[in-house]
């Protein structure tokens, strides 16, 4: 059964979401500096991984670089430990996304890719994760335990200090293009916004559950994709409903069949 208090400690976190913002933004300067010892190794190539909600953020951040061109793979974790350890080597940079720094796919992703010399670079909350044994650079993001069992502030801080690194990589290799800092305030203003009208949104959903949905499909596509993954995985851990996320693009190619009564489509466009 769904944990009673999950949703109220869940909503904890999420109204923390501007302090988190707030917390990334003390974190520029050492993200910057991790972005130049990345062009500093020379990196060809680029694997970000995680597992899970950890997964999924790293595959938003790694969207500017595929977007530039750049060689780069958005992997989970355990997919790099039976396929693609080999494919590792001093020429990649490998930066794995754990709220914990301690997940054990992503550590063994991080070991087999120090043995390759590998760049490791850990995103985490964790001061002191076991991460620390095979990372290069350590991007610890202080924004405090979750409450929740399930990622919010904490998908949230690591996906902004990512996508923060991934678009100083881009501005030093091809020139200021990005600069997501200037976005912050904007961000926190977005933030602040809309859990303002957290009432109205509960009455919105409330509105739906009175109707008896039973079925979440999430659509995205771009940056949007991975977005669709994670609200479709919150659905799963909190409420135990059925939930899935799909690509905008594909959905017509056979997850069109699903729609009926009692399925409630939420199509993310930016």
């Known amino acids: 059964m769904p944990c ?48 899970g909600s950890s997964y999924y953020s790293a595959m938003l951040m790694s969207f500017p670089l595929q977007v530039e061109g750049i060689e780069v793979y958005a992997i989970p974790s355990s997919e790099i430990i039976m396929y693609y350890g080999s494919r590792l080597s001093r020429n990649c940079c490998l930066v794995s996304v754990s709220r914990s720094g301690e997940t054990s796919e992503t550590l063994e992703a991080m070991r087999i890719g120090k043995e390759k010399g590998t760049y490791n670079v850990i995103i985490t909350i964790n001061e002191k994760g076991a991460g620390r044994e095979y990372a290069d650079r350590y991007l610890y993001i202080d924004v405090g335990i979750e409450r929740g069992i399930v990622m919010t502030k904490s998908f949230y801080s690591m996906t902004l200090t990512g996508l923060i690194l991934t678009s100083n990589i ?76 799909v690509e905008t693009g594909e959905f017509r190619h056979g997850p069109q069949s699903l729609l009926e009564e009692g399925v409630f489509t939420i199509f993310l466009i930016p």
């Open 170 to 245: 881009i501005d030093i290799i091809l020139g200021n293009k990005y600069n997501m800092v200037l976005y912050l305030d904007r961000l926190k203003e977005h933030a602040i916004k809309i859990i303002k009208e957290k009432e109205n949104i509960f009455n919105f959903g409330n509105s739906y559950v009175k109707k008896n949905i039973n079925r979440f499909i999430f659509l995205g596509s771009g940056p949007s994709y991975p977005i669709a993954l994670e609200g479709a995985l919150k659905f799963k851990e909190t409420a135990y409903i059925h939930a899935e996320g």
């Open 4 to 51: 009673s208090r999950c949703g109220e400690k869940t909503l904890s976190d999420i109204i923390e979401t501007p302090k988190s913002i707030d917390i990334v933004g003390k974190n520029i300067a050492d993200i910057k500096d991790v972005a130049e010892s990345i062009v500093d190794r020379r990196c060809s190539c680029f694997y970000f991984t995680g597992c």
